[in-house]
């Protein structure tokens, strides 16, 4: 009788212990929920910057928590095909006016503004979406990066490349190749 319920105490104990070690079988204590669910503000990604804030009506708001971006698909036209088909040049800004040009995270106006580029500035057509582009771009200018968008890739992906990506209004860029 000592003897089973020395098994079954061994057991719980054992059991107590496997239900808080992490499943990938470290011996790292898991992270509070508090501590796993938030992420530093601060932290962006290569090639990225947060746009600077102004006070010029329709400046950047960088409390915005929208829809969840869409990222740029490279290779949609095949394996033969570079990965973006296009390149071009933003064009037709108003000088008096904002004289930029938004970069959003989705083909919408409706979405976080993630950039603004200026009027010359060359990008990378990789996608089309209701009056929008889905670009790649230099986030200098034309500082002679390779944005790794002119050679093929096996099969359609998302972007993940060195330059930064977001989404234009098409009535601003002139195609200039592809």
Same mark, same amino acid.
């Given at each position: ?9 061994? #057991? ?6 496997? %239900? %808080?070690? @992490? ?5 790292? %204590?898991?992270?509070?929920?508090? $501590?796993?669910?938030? !992420?530093?503000?601060?932290? *962006?990604?290569?090639? /990225? ?7 010029? @009506? ?6 915005? $928590?929208? @829809?969840? @971006? ?10 033969? !095909?570079? #990965?973006? !088909?296009?390149?071009? &040049? ?12 938004? *970069?959003?995270? !989705? ?25 929008? +582009?889905?670009? *790649? +771009?230099?986030? /200098? ?6 944005? &790794?968008?002119?050679?093929? *890739? ?10 930064? %990506?977001?989404?234009? #209004? ?9």
């Amino acid at each position: 009788m000592k003897t089973g319920i020395i098994v079954i105490a061994a #057991s719980a104990l054992a059991l107590a212990a496997c %239900q %808080q070690a @992490p499943a990938d079988g470290t011996t790292e %204590q898991p992270a509070s929920e508090e $501590t796993a669910t938030k !992420a530093p503000s601060d932290i *962006v990604a290569p090639a /990225e910057r947060k746009p600077a804030p102004t006070d010029a @009506p329709g400046s950047p708001d960088l409390g915005y $928590t929208g @829809p969840i @971006p869409m990222p740029i698909r490279i290779g949609t036209d095949g394996p033969k !095909a570079d #990965s973006c !088909a296009s390149y071009g &040049e933003v064009t037709g800004l108003d000088p008096k006016g904002d004289n930029y040009l938004s *970069v959003r995270d !989705a083909p919408s106006d409706k979405v976080k503004e993630r950039d603004r580029i200026g009027a010359g500035h060359k990008v990378h057509i990789c996608a089309e979406s209701n009056g929008w +582009y889905g670009i *790649v +771009y230099d986030i /200098e200018g034309d500082s002679g990066i390779d944005c &790794e968008t002119d050679s093929p *890739v096996d099969k359609p992906r998302n972007y993940t490349g060195p330059c930064a %990506q977001g989404w234009v #209004s098409k009535k601003f860029v002139k195609i200039t190749a592809g």
